[in-house]
Protein backbone atom coordinates (compact mmCIF):
# COMPACT_ATOMS: atom_id res chain seq x y z
CA UNK A 1 0.00 0.00 0.00
CA UNK A 2 0.74 3.63 -0.40
CA UNK A 3 1.84 6.02 2.71
CA UNK A 4 -0.93 7.17 4.87
CA UNK A 5 -0.33 10.65 3.67
CA UNK A 6 -1.30 13.19 0.78
CA UNK A 7 1.26 13.48 -1.82
CA UNK A 8 -0.37 16.26 -3.47
CA UNK A 9 1.79 19.32 -2.17
CA UNK A 10 5.32 19.75 -0.46
CA UNK A 11 6.18 18.79 2.60
CA UNK A 12 8.50 21.74 4.28
CA UNK A 13 7.55 22.73 7.60
CA UNK A 14 7.73 20.91 10.74
CA UNK A 15 4.20 19.94 11.09
CA UNK A 16 4.10 18.76 7.93
CA UNK A 17 7.33 16.40 7.92
CA UNK A 18 6.16 14.97 11.25
CA UNK A 19 2.93 14.05 9.44
CA UNK A 20 5.21 12.28 7.20
CA UNK A 21 6.92 10.47 10.06
CA UNK A 22 3.64 9.21 11.19
CA UNK A 23 3.18 8.02 8.04
CA UNK A 24 6.25 6.18 7.99
CA UNK A 25 6.11 4.91 10.98
CA UNK A 26 2.43 3.27 10.10
CA UNK A 27 3.44 2.09 7.06
CA UNK A 28 4.81 -1.65 5.64
CA UNK A 29 8.70 -2.15 5.16
CA UNK A 30 7.68 -2.13 0.93
CA UNK A 31 5.90 1.37 1.09
CA UNK A 32 9.09 3.23 0.33
CA UNK A 33 8.60 4.83 -3.01
CA UNK A 34 10.28 7.08 -6.12
CA UNK A 35 10.03 10.03 -3.43
CA UNK A 36 10.49 8.48 0.40
CA UNK A 37 13.39 6.77 1.94
CA UNK A 38 13.91 5.45 5.09
CA UNK A 39 17.15 4.13 7.05
CA UNK A 40 17.46 2.96 10.19
CA UNK A 41 20.50 5.00 12.17
CA UNK A 42 23.26 6.10 10.12
CA UNK A 43 26.87 6.25 11.39
CA UNK A 44 27.98 9.82 9.79
CA UNK A 45 31.30 9.31 11.20
CA UNK A 46 31.26 6.38 8.69
CA UNK A 47 31.88 6.66 4.91
CA UNK A 48 29.17 4.22 4.38
CA UNK A 49 26.69 6.71 6.53
CA UNK A 50 27.75 9.60 4.72
CA UNK A 51 27.27 7.82 1.30
CA UNK A 52 23.86 6.70 1.81
CA UNK A 53 23.01 10.14 2.26
CA UNK A 54 24.62 11.33 -0.69
CA UNK A 55 23.61 8.67 -2.75
CA UNK A 56 19.75 9.20 -2.03
CA UNK A 57 20.15 12.82 -3.03
CA UNK A 58 22.07 11.75 -6.23
CA UNK A 59 19.39 9.33 -7.42
CA UNK A 60 16.46 11.60 -5.87
CA UNK A 61 18.58 14.74 -8.06
CA UNK A 62 18.43 12.64 -11.09
CA UNK A 63 14.98 11.96 -11.38
CA UNK A 64 13.00 12.40 -14.41
CA UNK A 65 11.20 16.09 -13.96
CA UNK A 66 7.10 14.78 -15.08
CA UNK A 67 7.66 11.30 -13.04
CA UNK A 68 8.91 13.07 -9.67
CA UNK A 69 6.39 15.99 -10.18
CA UNK A 70 3.63 13.45 -9.48
CA UNK A 71 4.43 13.42 -5.37
CA UNK A 72 5.28 16.28 -3.18
CA UNK A 73 5.50 18.73 -5.91
CA UNK A 74 8.92 16.97 -6.71
CA UNK A 75 10.44 16.97 -3.26
CA UNK A 76 12.14 13.91 -2.16
CA UNK A 77 12.73 12.63 1.22
CA UNK A 78 15.17 10.48 2.85
CA UNK A 79 13.96 10.05 6.97
CA UNK A 80 17.21 8.58 8.98
CA UNK A 81 16.71 6.76 12.24
CA UNK A 82 13.35 5.27 12.07
CA UNK A 83 11.22 2.87 10.14
CA UNK A 84 8.11 1.33 10.01
CA UNK A 85 6.92 0.66 13.39
CA UNK A 86 10.14 1.45 14.89
CA UNK A 87 11.28 4.83 15.98
CA UNK A 88 15.01 4.66 17.19
CA UNK A 89 16.45 8.34 17.07
CA UNK A 90 19.60 9.87 15.83
CA UNK A 91 22.10 11.88 17.27
CA UNK A 92 22.03 15.88 16.55
CA UNK A 93 24.13 16.45 13.91
CA UNK A 94 25.64 19.99 12.78
CA UNK A 95 25.29 20.93 9.03
CA UNK A 96 27.98 22.76 8.56
CA UNK A 97 30.18 19.02 9.22
CA UNK A 98 27.85 17.17 7.43
CA UNK A 99 27.69 19.26 3.92
CA UNK A 100 31.18 19.06 2.77
CA UNK A 101 31.28 15.44 3.54
CA UNK A 102 28.14 15.02 1.34
CA UNK A 103 29.43 17.03 -1.15
CA UNK A 104 32.31 15.46 -1.39
CA UNK A 105 30.51 12.85 -3.03
CA UNK A 106 27.79 14.85 -4.74
CA UNK A 107 29.75 17.94 -5.89
CA UNK A 108 29.02 21.66 -4.59
CA UNK A 109 26.60 21.93 -8.22
CA UNK A 110 25.18 18.59 -7.68
CA UNK A 111 21.05 18.39 -6.31
CA UNK A 112 19.75 21.15 -3.85
CA UNK A 113 19.07 19.19 -0.51
CA UNK A 114 18.64 20.31 3.03
CA UNK A 115 19.02 18.73 6.40
CA UNK A 116 16.12 19.44 9.12
CA UNK A 117 15.79 17.63 12.43
CA UNK A 118 12.21 16.49 13.73
CA UNK A 119 11.59 15.43 17.05
CA UNK A 120 9.42 12.48 16.76
CA UNK A 121 8.12 10.18 19.62
CA UNK A 122 10.88 11.93 22.27
CA UNK A 123 13.42 10.39 19.20
CA UNK A 124 15.46 13.10 16.95
CA UNK A 125 14.89 11.98 13.00
CA UNK A 126 17.24 13.29 10.03
CA UNK A 127 14.76 14.25 7.48
CA UNK A 128 17.01 14.99 4.08
CA UNK A 129 14.76 16.84 1.61
CA UNK A 130 15.79 17.07 -1.85
CA UNK A 131 14.62 19.62 -4.32
CA UNK A 132 12.61 18.81 -6.97
CA UNK A 133 14.32 18.40 -10.58
CA UNK A 134 13.90 20.96 -13.38
CA UNK A 135 14.17 21.41 -17.09
CA UNK A 136 17.74 22.51 -17.69
CA UNK A 137 18.97 20.54 -14.72
CA UNK A 138 22.13 19.08 -15.49
CA UNK A 139 23.12 15.14 -14.97
CA UNK A 140 24.81 14.23 -11.81
CA UNK A 141 27.23 11.92 -11.47
CA UNK A 142 29.01 10.74 -8.66
CA UNK A 143 32.05 12.53 -7.97
CA UNK A 144 33.80 10.61 -5.66
CA UNK A 145 34.38 6.60 -5.59
CA UNK A 146 32.90 4.92 -3.05
CA UNK A 147 34.24 1.24 -2.15
CA UNK A 148 31.90 -0.12 1.17
CA UNK A 149 33.31 -1.60 4.20
CA UNK A 150 30.01 -3.10 4.49
CA UNK A 151 29.65 -6.87 3.94
CA UNK A 152 27.31 -7.29 1.16
CA UNK A 153 27.25 -3.46 -0.24
CA UNK A 154 28.68 -2.76 -3.54
CA UNK A 155 30.93 -0.09 -4.12
CA UNK A 156 30.59 2.68 -7.06
CA UNK A 157 33.43 4.40 -9.39
CA UNK A 158 33.73 8.20 -9.84
CA UNK A 159 31.26 9.01 -12.32
CA UNK A 160 28.52 6.72 -12.14
CA UNK A 161 25.26 8.01 -12.35
CA UNK A 162 22.58 7.23 -9.75
CA UNK A 163 19.25 7.12 -10.24
CA UNK A 164 16.34 6.72 -7.49
CA UNK A 165 13.86 4.16 -9.22
CA UNK A 166 10.77 2.80 -7.34
CA UNK A 167 11.94 2.26 -4.39
CA UNK A 168 15.31 1.75 -5.11
CA UNK A 169 18.88 3.71 -6.06
CA UNK A 170 20.46 2.47 -8.84
CA UNK A 171 23.21 2.96 -11.49
CA UNK A 172 21.29 4.66 -14.28
CA UNK A 173 19.95 1.71 -17.43
CA UNK A 174 20.50 3.84 -21.19
CA UNK A 175 16.81 4.65 -20.54
CA UNK A 176 17.52 6.38 -17.80
CA UNK A 177 20.71 8.28 -19.21
CA UNK A 178 18.35 9.06 -22.51
CA UNK A 179 15.69 10.96 -20.02
CA UNK A 180 18.42 12.74 -18.42
CA UNK A 181 19.13 13.89 -21.70
CA UNK A 182 15.96 15.03 -22.82
CA UNK A 183 15.97 16.54 -19.22
CA UNK A 184 19.00 18.34 -19.61
CA UNK A 185 18.02 19.53 -23.54
CA UNK A 186 14.40 20.54 -22.48
CA UNK A 187 15.57 23.56 -20.81
CA UNK A 188 17.15 24.73 -23.78
CA UNK A 189 15.25 26.18 -26.32
CA UNK A 190 17.29 26.81 -29.39
CA UNK A 191 17.59 22.92 -29.30
CA UNK A 192 15.54 21.55 -32.65
CA UNK A 193 12.98 19.20 -32.13
CA UNK A 194 13.12 15.58 -33.36
CA UNK A 195 11.35 16.10 -37.05
CA UNK A 196 11.60 15.00 -40.52
CA UNK A 197 12.35 11.78 -40.01
CA UNK A 198 11.53 8.94 -42.25
CA UNK A 199 11.47 5.07 -40.97
CA UNK A 200 11.66 2.51 -44.17
CA UNK A 201 10.99 -0.87 -42.94
CA UNK A 202 12.35 -3.67 -44.66
CA UNK A 203 11.93 -7.94 -43.99
CA UNK A 204 9.10 -10.13 -42.96
CA UNK A 205 7.69 -11.88 -40.27
CA UNK A 206 8.16 -15.55 -40.20
CA UNK A 207 4.75 -17.57 -39.67
CA UNK A 208 5.27 -20.99 -38.25
CA UNK A 209 2.81 -23.82 -37.51
CA UNK A 210 3.64 -26.56 -34.97
CA UNK A 211 0.40 -28.29 -34.15
CA UNK A 212 0.37 -30.34 -30.07
CA UNK A 213 -0.69 -33.53 -32.23
CA UNK A 214 3.04 -33.57 -34.46
CA UNK A 215 4.88 -32.19 -30.71
CA UNK A 216 3.20 -35.26 -28.92
CA UNK A 217 4.04 -37.79 -32.24
CA UNK A 218 7.27 -36.56 -31.67
CA UNK A 219 7.71 -37.30 -28.24
CA UNK A 220 6.32 -40.92 -29.02
CA UNK A 221 8.53 -42.02 -31.17
CA UNK A 222 11.18 -40.98 -28.93
CA UNK A 223 10.14 -43.23 -26.57
CA UNK A 224 9.69 -45.70 -28.54
CA UNK A 225 13.56 -44.90 -29.91
CA UNK A 226 14.70 -45.45 -26.32
CA UNK A 227 12.61 -48.15 -24.17
CA UNK A 228 13.46 -49.43 -20.80
CA UNK A 229 15.99 -52.06 -20.40
CA UNK A 230 14.83 -55.02 -19.80
CA UNK A 231 16.90 -57.74 -18.10
CA UNK A 232 16.36 -61.01 -20.17
CA UNK A 233 18.51 -64.03 -18.93
CA UNK A 234 16.49 -66.65 -20.82
CA UNK A 235 13.85 -66.71 -24.14
CA UNK A 236 14.01 -64.74 -27.58
CA UNK A 237 13.84 -61.18 -27.08
CA UNK A 238 15.60 -57.98 -28.78
CA UNK A 239 17.31 -54.64 -27.26
CA UNK A 240 15.83 -51.51 -27.23
CA UNK A 241 17.82 -51.44 -30.92
CA UNK A 242 16.49 -54.35 -32.33
CA UNK A 243 19.04 -57.00 -31.81
CA UNK A 244 19.00 -60.44 -30.27
CA UNK A 245 19.43 -60.35 -26.78
CA UNK A 246 21.94 -62.67 -25.18
CA UNK A 247 20.68 -65.66 -22.98
CA UNK A 248 22.71 -64.09 -19.85
CA UNK A 249 22.93 -60.73 -19.15
CA UNK A 250 26.03 -59.82 -18.11
CA UNK A 251 25.72 -56.01 -17.87
CA UNK A 252 26.12 -54.70 -14.41
CA UNK A 253 23.16 -53.25 -12.57
CA UNK A 254 24.80 -49.70 -11.57
CA UNK A 255 24.93 -49.46 -15.35
CA UNK A 256 21.61 -50.42 -15.82
CA UNK A 257 19.96 -48.27 -13.39
CA UNK A 258 22.87 -45.35 -14.90
CA UNK A 259 20.88 -45.91 -18.37
CA UNK A 260 17.51 -45.43 -16.85
CA UNK A 261 18.33 -42.95 -15.15
CA UNK A 262 19.81 -40.77 -18.09
CA UNK A 263 16.61 -42.43 -20.44
CA UNK A 264 14.18 -40.66 -18.25
CA UNK A 265 15.97 -37.38 -17.70
CA UNK A 266 16.49 -37.19 -21.54
CA UNK A 267 12.79 -37.97 -22.76
CA UNK A 268 12.13 -35.06 -20.14
CA UNK A 269 14.42 -32.95 -21.69
CA UNK A 270 13.79 -33.70 -25.05
CA UNK A 271 10.05 -33.21 -24.69
CA UNK A 272 10.86 -29.89 -23.34
CA UNK A 273 12.95 -28.69 -25.98
CA UNK A 274 10.85 -29.25 -29.01
CA UNK A 275 8.94 -26.39 -28.81
CA UNK A 276 12.54 -24.16 -28.68
CA UNK A 277 13.71 -26.23 -30.80
CA UNK A 278 11.35 -25.25 -33.88
CA UNK A 279 11.90 -21.31 -33.27
CA UNK A 280 15.54 -21.88 -33.36
CA UNK A 281 14.70 -23.88 -36.62
CA UNK A 282 12.49 -20.36 -38.07
CA UNK A 283 14.75 -18.59 -36.93
CA UNK A 284 18.07 -20.07 -38.83
CA UNK A 285 15.86 -20.42 -42.03
CA UNK A 286 14.33 -16.96 -41.63
CA UNK A 287 14.89 -15.43 -45.27
CA UNK A 288 13.59 -11.55 -44.17
CA UNK A 289 15.52 -10.17 -41.53
CA UNK A 290 13.63 -7.22 -40.69
CA UNK A 291 15.81 -3.39 -40.24
CA UNK A 292 14.75 0.08 -40.75
CA UNK A 293 16.19 2.55 -42.97
CA UNK A 294 16.51 5.87 -41.10
CA UNK A 295 16.50 8.78 -43.10
CA UNK A 296 17.47 12.08 -41.70
CA UNK A 297 15.40 15.11 -44.04
CA UNK A 298 16.74 18.14 -41.37
CA UNK A 299 19.14 20.42 -42.22
CA UNK A 300 21.82 19.20 -39.59
CA UNK A 301 23.00 15.89 -38.69
CA UNK A 302 21.14 13.97 -35.85
CA UNK A 303 23.72 12.18 -33.45
CA UNK A 304 23.33 9.14 -31.23
CA UNK A 305 19.97 7.71 -32.40
CA UNK A 306 17.50 5.35 -29.96
CA UNK A 307 15.15 3.71 -32.21
CA UNK A 308 12.86 1.52 -30.10
CA UNK A 309 10.02 -1.06 -31.98
CA UNK A 310 7.51 -2.62 -30.09
CA UNK A 311 5.76 -5.38 -31.93
CA UNK A 312 2.17 -5.78 -31.50
CA UNK A 313 0.82 -9.20 -29.81
CA UNK A 314 1.88 -12.72 -30.84
CA UNK A 315 4.61 -10.84 -33.06
CA UNK A 316 8.66 -12.24 -31.07
CA UNK A 317 11.74 -10.52 -31.83
CA UNK A 318 15.15 -12.97 -31.94
CA UNK A 319 19.00 -12.25 -32.77
CA UNK A 320 20.69 -14.37 -35.12
CA UNK A 321 22.98 -15.21 -32.64
CA UNK A 322 20.23 -15.88 -29.37
CA UNK A 323 20.72 -19.08 -27.55
CA UNK A 324 17.75 -20.80 -27.46
CA UNK A 325 19.05 -23.79 -26.12
CA UNK A 326 19.69 -26.89 -27.37
CA UNK A 327 18.29 -30.56 -28.32
CA UNK A 328 19.73 -33.23 -25.25
CA UNK A 329 22.54 -35.56 -26.19
CA UNK A 330 20.50 -39.08 -26.09
CA UNK A 331 21.53 -41.40 -22.98
CA UNK A 332 24.48 -43.82 -23.36
CA UNK A 333 23.50 -47.76 -23.51
CA UNK A 334 24.89 -49.31 -20.63
CA UNK A 335 28.12 -51.23 -21.01
CA UNK A 336 29.08 -54.66 -21.48
CA UNK A 337 25.32 -55.14 -22.62
CA UNK A 338 25.09 -56.93 -26.58
CA UNK A 339 23.93 -53.24 -27.56
CA UNK A 340 26.79 -51.14 -25.96
CA UNK A 341 29.01 -50.38 -29.28
CA UNK A 342 25.96 -49.39 -30.80
CA UNK A 343 26.72 -46.07 -29.28
CA UNK A 344 28.25 -44.56 -32.43
CA UNK A 345 25.85 -45.33 -34.84
CA UNK A 346 23.08 -43.38 -33.25
CA UNK A 347 22.19 -40.65 -35.81
CA UNK A 348 21.64 -37.43 -33.20
CA UNK A 349 23.08 -34.91 -35.10
CA UNK A 350 19.95 -33.38 -35.32
CA UNK A 351 19.92 -32.34 -31.81
CA UNK A 352 22.95 -29.59 -32.19
CA UNK A 353 21.89 -26.40 -33.76
CA UNK A 354 23.02 -25.19 -37.46
CA UNK A 355 25.49 -22.42 -37.94
CA UNK A 356 23.96 -19.49 -37.66
CA UNK A 357 23.62 -17.21 -40.77
CA UNK A 358 24.36 -13.89 -39.51
CA UNK A 359 26.24 -11.89 -36.18
CA UNK A 360 23.70 -9.50 -35.81
CA UNK A 361 24.33 -8.25 -31.62
CA UNK A 362 24.27 -4.52 -32.04
CA UNK A 363 21.12 -4.40 -30.57
CA UNK A 364 18.96 -5.24 -27.01
CA UNK A 365 15.77 -7.52 -27.06
CA UNK A 366 13.61 -7.16 -24.29
CA UNK A 367 12.98 -10.16 -21.93
CA UNK A 368 9.66 -10.37 -23.54
CA UNK A 369 10.99 -10.35 -27.07
CA UNK A 370 8.19 -7.53 -27.81
CA UNK A 371 10.94 -5.03 -27.66
CA UNK A 372 14.16 -4.15 -29.87
CA UNK A 373 16.56 -1.00 -29.47
CA UNK A 374 18.88 -0.16 -31.75
CA UNK A 375 21.44 2.29 -32.04
CA UNK A 376 22.97 4.72 -35.02
CA UNK A 377 25.95 6.72 -34.07
CA UNK A 378 25.13 9.63 -36.41
CA UNK A 379 22.88 10.34 -40.08
CA UNK A 380 24.14 13.58 -41.52
CA UNK A 381 21.81 15.45 -43.36
CA UNK A 382 19.91 14.34 -45.89
CA UNK A 383 21.51 11.27 -45.49
CA UNK A 384 19.95 7.36 -44.93
CA UNK A 385 21.42 4.82 -42.61
CA UNK A 386 19.94 1.40 -41.49
CA UNK A 387 19.63 -0.44 -38.42
CA UNK A 388 20.95 -3.66 -37.30
CA UNK A 389 18.92 -6.70 -38.27
CA UNK A 390 16.63 -9.01 -35.96
CA UNK A 391 14.10 -11.87 -37.03
CA UNK A 392 10.67 -11.20 -36.31
CA UNK A 393 8.74 -14.69 -35.67
CA UNK A 394 4.77 -15.55 -34.96
CA UNK A 395 2.34 -18.76 -34.91
CA UNK A 396 -0.11 -19.34 -37.11
CA UNK A 397 -3.02 -19.24 -34.48
CA UNK A 398 -2.26 -15.42 -33.72
CA UNK A 399 -3.75 -14.87 -38.00
CA UNK A 400 -7.53 -14.58 -38.21
CA UNK A 401 -7.49 -14.69 -42.35
CA UNK A 402 -5.13 -15.51 -44.98
CA UNK A 403 -1.74 -15.49 -44.17
CA UNK A 404 -0.47 -13.69 -47.18
CA UNK A 405 -2.82 -10.73 -46.93
CA UNK A 406 -1.85 -10.28 -43.15
CA UNK A 407 -0.27 -7.08 -41.92
CA UNK A 408 1.14 -6.29 -38.25
CA UNK A 409 1.92 -2.54 -37.30
CA UNK A 410 5.14 -2.24 -35.43
CA UNK A 411 5.73 0.95 -33.45
CA UNK A 412 8.64 2.98 -33.48
CA UNK A 413 9.87 5.91 -31.02
CA UNK A 414 13.11 7.24 -31.86
CA UNK A 415 15.06 9.86 -29.32
CA UNK A 416 18.28 11.41 -30.16
CA UNK A 417 21.06 13.29 -27.65
CA UNK A 418 21.10 16.62 -29.78
CA UNK A 419 17.56 16.75 -30.27
CA UNK A 420 14.62 17.47 -28.24
CA UNK A 421 11.19 15.43 -27.90
CA UNK A 422 11.06 12.38 -29.28
CA UNK A 423 9.65 11.09 -32.59
CA UNK A 424 6.58 8.85 -33.03
CA UNK A 425 5.50 6.58 -35.55
CA UNK A 426 4.78 3.01 -36.87
CA UNK A 427 5.83 0.74 -39.82
CA UNK A 428 3.79 -2.00 -41.73
CA UNK A 429 5.20 -5.37 -41.90
CA UNK A 430 4.14 -8.38 -44.05
CA UNK A 431 4.19 -12.69 -43.67
CA UNK A 432 7.07 -14.21 -45.47
CA UNK A 433 6.42 -15.93 -48.70
CA UNK A 434 5.74 -19.16 -47.15
CA UNK A 435 4.83 -20.76 -43.82
CA UNK A 436 7.45 -23.19 -42.05
CA UNK A 437 5.11 -26.04 -40.57
CA UNK A 438 5.82 -29.05 -38.35
CA UNK A 439 7.84 -31.07 -40.14
CA UNK A 440 10.41 -29.02 -41.43
CA UNK A 441 10.86 -27.47 -37.56
CA UNK A 442 10.64 -30.42 -35.47
CA UNK A 443 13.50 -32.74 -35.54
CA UNK A 444 14.48 -35.76 -37.32
CA UNK A 445 13.07 -39.16 -35.73
CA UNK A 446 16.16 -41.04 -33.82
CA UNK A 447 17.99 -43.54 -36.01
CA UNK A 448 19.95 -46.18 -35.05
CA UNK A 449 21.99 -47.11 -38.18
Not at 206 to 215: L, S
Request: aromatic share 6%; net charge negative.
Amino acid sequence: MALNIDPGRPLRTIPQLTALLEAIDGAESGDESFSVEWKRPLELNKASGRFAIAKCILGMGNRAVEAAGRSFGGLGYMVVGMEPHNVIGMPSIDYADLQPQIEAYTGEDGPSWSPQQVTYEGQNILVITVEAPADGDRIHPLRKSYQSDQRGERGHDKGTILVRHHAMTEPATVADIRELERRLLAGQPSVEAIDDIVATPSGAVQVIQVTDEAVKQRQTEEEEAFPPYAVVTSGPASTPFGFPTLKVNTTPQEERERYERERVQYLRDFDAALKPHAIRTAVERHPAPFELAITNNSRTAVQELEIRVTTPDGVLIFGANDDLGQMPRPPKPPSNSVFASLQDNIDWQHHTSAALRANFDLFSISSDRREVTFTIKSIHAGQTEKTDSVLLVTGIGTISGDVPSTRWDAEVHITASNRADAWHGSVQLGPTSSVLADGQLLPRATVVK
